[in-house]
T-cell receptor
Framework: KNQVEQSPQSLIILEGKNCTLQ??????????LRWYKQDTGRGPVSLTI?????NTKSNGRYTATLDADTKQSSLHITASQLSDSASYIC?????????????FGKGTKLSVKP | SAVISQKPSRDICQRGTSLTIQCQVD?????MFWYRQQPGQSLTLIAT?????????ESGFVIDKFPISRPNLTFSTLTVSNMSPEDSSIYLC????????????FGPGTRLTVL
């Protein structure tokens, strides 16, 4: 069964600190992996998209890694800011499926405190 | 990218009534979807809104409960019919742009509370 699991479920850090969010997936055949940021009361916004051949991709202070062999991904946030408080959702797309064939993780809720 | 707006942004409804949610995109897109996000849960695909034909529903979702219209390539509506408190969720519209990743963009969502 295609699944995406994220950890931790929630995380509290102090402003300025770094943190790493984890994503494990069992999706086959794999097409790409996406990280989204969802602010409270808003729709998800894409941070990064990685295919099988990409093992790291950055977007400002966000750096995502992908290990397709172990089926793991991480999202590293550097020098956190209060505005980073949000849910971060890992989404895996299966190759060959419909365009809506995205498997969503439940997200990690990050709270950045001053 | 695509800019998506939804109306209403939130609503509180009585059980047994229906609510229609509108989704407007700033450009013509082929692929448009409706998702539900229940409290504390991940997004679940309800259906793919097809222009000019009936929507394609995922397992567990039926047209009688969630009728969808897609009159053109920039607009769609989702109706939540005969609502019950279990329908309280955030409903999100999304579009996928053709390309290497078929990247999906999401609307801001409609927060529905059913009393």
């Amino acid at each position: 069964k295609n699944q995406v699991e994220q950890s931790p479920q929630s995380l509290i850090i102090l402003e300025g600190k770094n943190c790493t969010l984890q994503c494990n997936y069992t999706v086959s055949p794999f097409s790409n992996l996406r990280w989204y940021k969802q602010d409270t009361g808003r729709g998800p916004v894409s941070l990064t998209i990685m295919t099988f051949s990409e093992n790291t991709k950055s977007n400002g202070r966000y750096t995502a890694t992908l290990d397709a062999d172990t089926k793991q991904s991480s999202l590293h946030i550097t020098a956190s800011q209060l505005s980073d408080s949000a849910s971060y959702i890992c989404v895996v797309s299966a190759r060959g499926g419909s365009q809506g064939n995205l498997i969503f993780g439940k997200g990690t809720k990050l709270s950045v405190k001053p | 990218s695509a800019v998506i707006s939804q109306k209403p942004s939130r609503d509180i409804c009585q059980r047994g009534t229906s609510l229609t949610i509108q989704c407007q995109v700033d450009s013509q897109v082929t692929m448009m979807f409706w998702y539900r996000q229940q409290p504390g849960q991940s997004l679940t695909l309800i259906a793919t809104a097809n222009q000019g034909s009936e929507a394609t529903y995922e397992s567990g979702f039926v047209i009688d409960k969630f009728p969808i219209s897609r009159p053109n390539l920039t607009f769609s509506t989702l109706t939540v019919s005969n609502m019950s408190p279990e329908d309280s969720s955030i409903y999100l519209c999304s579009v996928a742009l053709a390309g290497a990743y078929n990247e999906q963009f999401f609307g801001p969502g409609t927060r529905l509370t059913v009393l």
